[in-house]
Every structure is written in C-alpha cells, then in structure tokens.
C-alpha cells in the first residue's frame, strides 16, 4: 500500500480560480457535500457532547449547584435536540452522500442542485437552533417537547419559538434529501445492479429514505399546530379551549419512533459493509437481512404508544403495542446473528474500523434486550421515565448509531480522502471510548431501577443514586479525551495519513474500483455489473462462487447508452478531468444556498412577532420569502449543466 | 421508449434455500412456543397477577377537577405540613390529588389495608405520579382523571416525586403520602420501605 501515489492530480486541477469558500457555496458534487455534512455533524457532535459533560458536572453530586435549573433545563433539552437532529441523523446523510451514488455505480445524485440546498438549509438551521445556547436562551422543554407545557402559556419566552421554527428547518432538509437519495437509488443504478446486488449500506438506506419521507410530515403537521398555538392564538393544544394533551405526544412519537430506526438503520448499514470485508467472506443471509430491513422500516410505524403506555391507554392498547414492539425484536435480532454468521469462520482482521462494528453488535444488544424489557406495559411502569429509559436509548443511540458512524468513518476515510487514518490512534480511540461508554450509560440503569427521574436538575442525598451519578460523570469525562483522540486523528490523517489506493480493505464494493478519493465523475465508464461482489468476483473468485452471477440488464443499458465498459469489472485508474473525457457535469451554483437562506429569514422574522416588533418581523418575512422565491425561480429556470 | 423493469426480486437460488436441519426445526419450534407462553404471560399478568394498575381514565375539566380537590381537602383537612392540608378521607370514599406546577396537592394520609378510590389529575401542564422509593409510574395529564383503586399495602411516611419534565421547578415537585399502620398509628419516617403483606411487591395500587 505505502507505494501508491498520494492523491491522484485531478482533485487540483478541477477547481479553477474560485476560493475554497466560494467553492463550497457553490458546490452541486455530491462527495464535497457529502464532507460538508461530516463535519459540520461532528462539529455538532462535539458541541452536544460538550452540553452533556455539563450535565453530567451538574448531577455528579446531590444537591450541586453548577448549573442553574434554567441552563439545566436547556442544557438537556439542546443535548437531545442536536445529537439527534444535528449529530446522528446529518452524520448519517454524510455517509448517504458521499457513498450512495459510489455504491451504485452512479455519477451523482438524481437532484444535485437540490442536494446542496439540502445542506445549507440543515446548516443554517443548525445554527438557528444552535445559536441561543450561548446566550442561555435556548429551548428548555425537552427534547420531545410535550405540549401544553411547550406552549406559549406555560413557556412564554423565546427559547421554545426557536425549537419550533428550528426543527421545521432541519425538516425541510431531511425531506428534501430523502426525496433526492429514494429517487437516485431507484433511478441511477448502473447496469445489473438490481436491488437484490445493492451493498447492504445502500439498502438500508434506501429503508431510511421512506421512513422520512413518511415520518417526517407527521412532526410537521405537529410542529405546524404548535407554531400556529404559539404565534397565532390558536387552540390546538389549548386545554382551556377543549383540546385534548394526548394529541401532541401522539403526533410526536408516530414521527419520534420511526425517528430512531432513521438514527440506527444507516449505522447497521455502514456495519453490513465493515464486517464482510474484514471477515473476508460475503455477509451472511443476505436477502434476509435487506427483508429484515424493510420489516424493521415497516413495524416501526405501529409501535408508537408504547412511549405512552404510562398515559393510562387500557389493557387492551397497551397489550397491542407491547406484542408489536417485541415483534421488532425479531428482524433486529435476525441481524444480529447475520452479522455474528458473516464473522463465524472468517479470517478476521481488526482494523479501527472492525473493532467499532463488534463493539456495535455487544452494545446494541444490550440496549436492545433493555428495549424488551420496557416493551412489556407492566416492567414498562416500573421504568418509564426513569434514568432507565436514559440508559436504555443511550446503549441503543451511542453503542449503535454512533459506533456504527465510528466505524464507517475509519473504513471510508481512505475512500474520502485517499489516506489511512492512524490505526494506533484508533486503537486508544475504541478502547476509550467503550469503557469510558459502558461507565456512563451502565450505572444509569441501576439509578434508574431505584426511582432516579430523567430531566431532574439536582437531587437530594440518601436515595442511593450518588454512586451510580459520580460513576456516570467519571464516565462521560473520560468520553471526552477519546473523542478528542479520534478528533486529532481525523484532522491528522487528513495532511499526514498513509497514502492508499482505491482499495485499501480490499473490500468487494463498487465504490472501492475507483481512484480515492474519487474524480469529481466518479466513473469514468459506467461500470456493468454482474454480481453483490464486483471486485471479489476479480480478485478472490472463490469467496463469491456461490453467488448467482447473471448480466441482468445488460443489453437494454447498451441499447440505450452505447457508453458503457463492457470489459469485465476492473479497478480505474482514469486521472483526467471530466471535461477531458466530456463528462457532462452539473456546474456550480450559489441559488441553492441563497433559496436555503431566505427560508431561514423567513422563519427567524416570526421571532420578533409576539415581542410586538412588527418592523424587523415583516421586513424578515417578505425580505425572505422574496429572496427564497426568487432564487428558487432563478435556479428552477438555469439547466443543471452549462456545457453540453 | 419504455424498456423492461428489472426489480431484482427473482428468485434467489444458493444454499440458503436448503431444507432445514431438524435441531434447528426443534429450535424454532420451542422459540414459538415460548413466544406464545410469554405473549399470554402479558395480559394474564395484567388481569390476574395484580402487578399492573388498571386505571379508569376519564376526561374532565381541569379547573373543576381542581375546585373539587379544594373542596374535598377543607372537608376531611387534619393537619398541615409547612401550609400543606393534610388530608384524611374515611376508608371507602373517593381521594382526590392535583399536580400543579410544582406541587402535589393535598397531602394525603390513609390507612394501611383499607380502600381508597384515588383520583389524580393534573391542572395545567403533564406531570408524572412516582412512587418513591417503590417506583409505580404515571403520567398524570390535564383533562384526565386517572381513577384507581388503592389498598396501601405498606405503612410509612412515602414521597411522590414527578417523574414527567414539567419545567423549571420540575425536580422540586415532591408530594407526600403518609400510610398509617392498621392501628391509625403513624410509622417512623424511615420505615417506609418496610412491606408488610404485600404480593407482588408494589404497595399503593393493589386492583
């Protein structure tokens, strides 16, 4: 490996004369936005981090005062709101970006232009949620917002109007990326890429898309009733006025549950990838796990009220959703023991990347089989709402969403950025961070078994929770030097890596047949595939001998095109410009950015309403709204390439 | 020009399609009976085992709900706890309980083995009705009376904490229950972990 060349010369010569700024604003490419995404969501990751050490400063003894009630109270509600919205859901759209069009032989995505305004608009919004932390202003009813105490009675300042309008933003982004990726992978796929060939990532992604696409509209309409209650005096959630307090939380948890199969799905995705190449044998049950992907995608849709078993629903709903919250178990646990089966009798390889995905499968587990046990009503009464709960979603968001990102982060960097991150260095980031884990999120069940609420800013002594509390904070500060360590890794290696070729892992996916990191084309030659494992089928014939290999599609994509390889499956090695090989590619445009910008105006104006500020209010309102509808007509009438 | 679909739902043929061995029938075999054992455990557990607290969920207006928790503490008003009632209703009778930001109002005292017909509800946001140390869980919403029926199963002085976020003095919002024993005597305050008959382990929600 060490022999390969470092980056190839096109990545310098592609960029003519505009500032490295400039060509981030304008940027329609789907790996720069997929890297824009990476660290923007870490930078966020880092920052809901950061929120949580001070939550945990405040509850490392009883009766502590290092926080205020108020800054506690914000602290947790934005510790929620980011990791999930900012953190785990964008790191996952990094990955969709940068691999989805390379997983399927595609040149970008189906709306490249849509793409970028994607994220803009989760940027901008990030940092129109983000923002009033530091002014200690910040949103501070939870992070699932339970209305009436969310609304403007019970909340009257501005922190909640921030929640509201900052969520409908990074909505739009959500919804506007899925459309993209669902339409790009039904549409883009190269010749003889039929779904059954899809790399496991791409497939559940694919299960992703849909699950925003249909969750996303419901926290929508929710959000829309609380914003209309919030600024225009209506009724929605009014109790005053006849509404019903249930109507919220039912609205939220039928976006909220699908909401964390959105977090978990791409991760599982990302470790279907690092466990079959590291194992150096095709993932094991393949067609089972796509299925049990979709069936996970689907029940998560009827389990919702068990997050409301405590409301008082009647034996009869509460038994409901109880037996299909523990149907889920079965597709999840199908891949659990798929993953274990593609590592049984494999020649193992523990890179960094490894390490992160067995971690992943120990961890989910046991977050999983705590899940079972609050999927039952009546253990479910014992725990609601305790630090059981915390414990619970946090082995589940923690030991697998990000474990699994950790993971797709040291296997894909190469990818990315043509160097290997340090392994050493990742090797002190895993162990670190797993022990510092387990001492955070471990102890919280134990306090939560002994009546320890969630979202309390301090307690008394002599309950028995001070032990548990003090490991707890013992544990997330040691997470903060093993993040730092992956931090300086990553900035690291990006200058100082091992230079690598394409395929460093030697892994048997398309997007490891081409240069990394990899033209702005991505393939010079549409490759033609034949089987799940293009480059094995190459390289290690007898790992996949016992896949069907067919050349489905084959003539209908040469009849169509005539510009396809039709040499066998190979590893490019094309260092031209797109423009050298006459590539039509999307061009640069800034409109995406500027329609993202005017909708962020438009929202913020609403800020200023109930203060009475009617000036800076409409004058935000119309100045954004033109400004978004203007561009977004300029950008609707300029054709995607300018050189055809 | 149209062109032919590919979905890439065809058959799959491989190993996988092999006729299963018979341990890993009798396996699945003994997974779905223990499925169905487990599923009927639920309700069953519900119903009989006791363990679980129906409650009777009715929709009313808060502010009267309040007015008839005021009206119900200056009738049966006993004693008062740094200016909170102290309420001791007559075994058998309805008990009513308020959450209000941040408070649980009244203070009630029953009496170990008699029966009560609790009414909780909420006044202006959601709170959440935990027993401590004994860990029984509710929501308590605005516009629901949640109706149980309680037998105190232990004797002790016990404290409700609010377990739903409901604002900034969410963590100061504790409330008291005291249980006197079978002989209208008050327990030291530090018994009230102390069980006595108690099946199934919860006290305060016995169906």
């Known amino acids: 490996m060490a022999t390969v060349a470092a980056s190839p010369t096109y990545t310098a010569s592609a960029t003519p004369q505009r500032s490295r700024l400039m060509s981030w604003l304008t940027t329609t490419d789907h790996k720069v936005i997929g890297t824009l995404y990476l660290h923007t969501s870490l930078f966020f990751f880092v920052l809901g981090g950061l929120e949580a050490l001070l939550i945990r400063w405040q509850l490392m003894r009883p009766n502590s005062v290092v926080l205020t009630a108020d800054q506690y109270n914000q602290l947790f509600t934005m510790h929620g709101t980011t990791m999930v919205f900012l953190a785990i859901m964008p790191l996952s759209a990094a990955f969709f970006n940068y691999l989805i069009p390379l997983q399927i032989g595609a040149r970008d995505v189906a709306f490249p232009r849509l793409n970028a305004f994607s994220y803009w608009i989760f940027l901008l919004g990030g940092v129109f949620i983000t923002l009033p932390i530091f002014f200690w202003v910040a949103p501070d009813g939870g992070w699932f917002g339970y209305a009436p105490l969310s609304g403007r009675t019970y909340s009257p300042g501005p922190n909640m109007d921030f929640w509201v309008l900052g969520l409908q933003i990074l909505g739009i982004s959500s919804l506007a990326a899925s459309f993209n990726f669902a339409t790009t992978i039904i549409n883009m796929r190269a010749p003889g890429m039929n779904l059954m060939r899809m790399p496991m990532f791409t497939w559940m992604s694919f299960v992703t898309q849909f699950l925003i696409i249909l969750s996303f509209p419901v926290i929508t309409i929710a959000l829309v009733f609380l914003q209309f209650d919030r600024f225009f005096g209506t009724t929605f959630y009014q ?10 939380q039912h609205l939220f948890w039928i976006f909220g549950h699908p909401e964390v199969y959105i977090l978990i799905l791409p991760a599982f995705g990302l470790v279907s990838e690092v466990l079959p190449t590291n194992s150096r044998k095709p993932l094991f049950g393949y067609p089972v796990m796509a299925y049990s992907g979709i069936l996970i995608g689907f029940l998560g849709f009827g389990v919702w009220a068990h997050h409301m078993f405590a409301v008082g629903m009647g034996p009869i709903a509460d038994t409901v959703f109880g037996l299909t919250t523990m149907l889920i178990a079965i597709p999840t646990g199908v891949k659990i023991f798929n993953w274990i089966f593609t590592m049984w009798g494999g020649s193992i390889r523990f890179t960094a990347a490894m390490k992160f995905a067995i971690a992943l499968i120990a961890m989910f587990v046991i977050g999983g089989i705590s899940g079972i046990t609050h999927a039952s009503p009546p253990s479910d009464l014992q725990q609601t709402d305790t630090y059981y709960i915390v414990a619970h979603f946090h082995y589940v968001l923690f030991g697998g969403a990000i474990l699994g990102i950790f993971a797709g982060i040291y296997h894909y960097f190469p990818k990315m950025y043509g160097r290997t991150m340090n392994e050493t260095l990742g090797t002190w980031h895993f162990w670190l961070n797993f022990i510092a884990m387990n001492l955070t999120f471990f102890p919280m069940h134990f306090a939560g078994m002994l009546g320890m ?16 509390n003090m490991m707890s904070t013992m544990g997330a500060f040691l997470l903060a030097p093993a993040t730092l ?35 702005e084309y991505n393939f010079a030659k549409i490759p033609m595939v034949t089987s799940r494992y293009p480059l094995w089928d190459l390289t290690h014939p007898e790992r996949t001998a016992e896949i069907p290999h067919t050349q489905t599609g084959w003539t209908e994509a040469t009849q169509q095109t005539g510009e396809h390889d039709m040499a066998p499956m190979h590893i490019e090695t094309e260092t031209r410009t797109a423009k050298e090989l006459g590539i039509p590619m999307p061009s640069s445009t800034i409109k995406p950015f500027f329609v993202a910008l005017g ?27 033109a400004m978004w509808v203007g561009y977004l007509y300029a950008w609707l009438t ?5 050189h055809h | 020009m149209l062109t032919k679909v590919h979905t890439g739902l065809d058959a799959v043929p491989g190993v996988w399609w092999k006729p299963a061995h018979r341990a890993e029938k009798m396996w699945v075999a003994i997974a779905f009976a223990w499925c169905m054992v487990l599923f009927a455990m639920m309700p069953l557990w519900h119903w009989r085992g006791g363990q679980n607290p129906s409650g009777i969920r009715r929709k009313v207006e808060p502010r009267a709900f309040y007015a008839r928790t005021v009206e119900f503490t200056k009738q049966y008003q006993v004693g008062e706890d740094r200016g909170f009632p102290i309420v001791q209703p007559p075994a058998g009778s309805d008990v009513y309980l308020t959450a209000l930001t941040y408070q649980w109002y009244p203070i009630l005292q029953l009496v170990q083995g008699e029966k009560y017909r609790l009414h909780i509800s909420a006044l202006d946001v959601n709170h959440g009705f935990s027993l401590y140390p004994l860990n029984v869980n509710f929501q308590i919403i605005p516009g629901y009376d949640y109706a149980l029926e309680v037998t105190p199963t232990a004797s002790g002085d016990f404290r409700i904490i609010c377990n739903e976020f409901c604002g900034i003095g969410h963590h100061t919002m504790v409330g008291r229950v005291i249980v006197l024993d079978q002989r209208g005597e008050r327990v030291s305050d530090n018994s009230n972990a102390r069980l006595t008959n108690a099946p199934g382990g919860t006290t305060g929600a016995q169906p």
């Open chain 1, 638 to 642: 300029t054709p995607l390439e300018d």
């Open chain 1, 453 to 468: 609420p969630r979202r309390i800013y301090t307690y008394d002594a002599g309950q028995g929770w001070e032990l548990f």
């Open chain 1, 485 to 519: 360590i992956f931090i300086y890794n990553f900035f690291r290696s990006k200058k100082h890596g091992e230079p690598c070729g394409p395929n460093p892992w030697d892994a048997p996916t398309l997007e490891w047949s081409i240069p990394s990191p990899p033209p």
């Open chain 1, 599 to 625: 909708i962020v105006l438009m929202f913020s104006g609403l800020l200023f309403l109930p203060k009475g500020m009617k000036v800076p209010a409409f004058a935000l309102m119309f100045g954004g709204t």
């Open chain 1, 239 to 248: 109790i005053s006025a006849g509404a019903d307090p249930l109507l919220w």
